[in-house]
């Protein structure tokens, strides 16, 4: 089983390496097929990690799942095609929040981390704002903002309460990572945003994946 998940992953790695590369040579296919592929990959990681035996990681499970959803979506970038996806991914986002939600936490620390992830929120929606150009645009990612926040300071908590890093750390990159993808869909489009958003996205979503372990034990 380890060693599975151990293949799993390093598969997810280098079809990430490979994406990165289909993007800067603009093929298609590739970023099609190696998107998938990686995503594909943290699901199987997550399934080897014993999602299915914990509410927890059935959660998590979710989450990852919609989120292979978002990334098929955002494949195209067609406004309809990038609605969807944002809508996947919001979902994803409240999924973790609510896999978080089951594992204890500290109610001043939630605060706290509320307190913190909701100044992120705030500053993300400062900088993006001007760049939305319509009032539903700006609608929608006000709420997937306060998902990211949501999902962050119910991780911090949990993370907090249960001594382990691996639910913060990935939730806090998972959300860092949604900073390119805004940038590059809102205000400059380009390859630098994807060669530094995607590695922090799969290995976000890697140590999420791999968070299930603990609750599964």
Request: aromatic share 10%; proline share 3%; net charge positive.
């Amino acid at each position: 089983m380890a060693t599975a998940t151990a293949i799993a992953a390093i598969v997810c790695l280098l079809a990430c390496a490979a994406l990165l590369a289909a993007e800067w040579r603009q093929s298609l296919l590739g970023r099609a097929s190696f998107k998938l592929l990686a995503s594909s990959a943290f699901v199987v990681v997550a399934l080897q990690s014993g999602a299915t035996t914990s509410a927890y990681g059935r959660w998590v499970l979710v989450a990852l799942a919609l989120s292979w959803i978002g990334d098929a979506l955002l494949l195209s970038r067609q406004s309809r095609r990038f609605l969807a996806g944002l809508a996947s991914f919001l979902l994803a986002h409240v999924a973790f929040a609510l896999a978080f939600a089951q594992r204890p936490s500290d109610p001043v620390l939630l605060a706290a981390a509320l307190a913190a992830m909701g100044g992120f929120g705030g500053g993300v929606l400062a900088w993006l704002w001007r760049h939305l150009s319509t009032p539903f645009y700006r609608i929608a990612v006000s709420a997937y903002v306060l998902a990211i926040v949501a999902m962050g300071a119910l991780a911090i908590a949990a993370s907090a309460a249960a001594g382990t890093w691996l639910p913060a750390v990935g939730a806090v990159a998972f959300a860092a990572s949604d900073l390119a993808v805004a940038r590059d869909r809102f205000v400059a489009p380009g390859f630098a945003n994807r060669a530094w958003g995607l590695p922090l996205y799969y290995a976000a979503q890697l140590l999420l994946a791999a968070s299930v372990a603990a609750a599964a034990a």
